[in-house]
């Protein structure tokens, strides 16, 4: 999903560095609102969407439910790998589903590629 949404942006502006620089930017925002710095239900309401769009949400939460799922710490705050997730508020992870989610937008950002190609580059030298 990474490569296809930088190739997107970079299909979009006229030279390609310039759509990784800006590819950087949506990522730096998606990286804030994933859920690990800032937890979801702090996040403000007119930047909540980007946390529900970015790829990185559903990644994450995959990996948070594989690693701390039925896991026991030796420790007083965290004892169980569930205390961790109830603390992310992801105990109901559907790691199908959001592989679903992932794979739906590589083939819609790569569609996107492909018309974004198609009508903005086609014979332009």
Known sequence: VAEVILAFFSSLVPHYIIGMAL???VYG?????????V????IPP??????????????????MFS????????SVQFPTGNDVLELYDMNDVDI???FIILIAMAV???I?????????????Q
Not at 39 to 42: A, I, T
Not at 67 to 74: A, I, L, R, T, V
């Open 23 to 25: 590819g950087a930017g």
């Open 29 to 37: 925002m998606f990286m804030l609102t994933e859920g690990f710095f």
């Open 39 to 42: 937890l979801p239900q702090n």
């Open 46 to 63: 007119y930047w909540i969407w980007s946390h529900y769009i970015g790829f990185l949400t559903y990644s994450f939460q995959i990996f």
């Open 67 to 74: 690693e701390f799922d039925g896991q026991k710490f030796n």
């Open 96 to 98: 199908g589903e959001n």
């Open 108 to 110: 819609i950002f790569r």
């Open 112 to 124: 996107f590629y492909f018309c974004a190609l198609y009508f903005f580059r086609t014979g332009k």
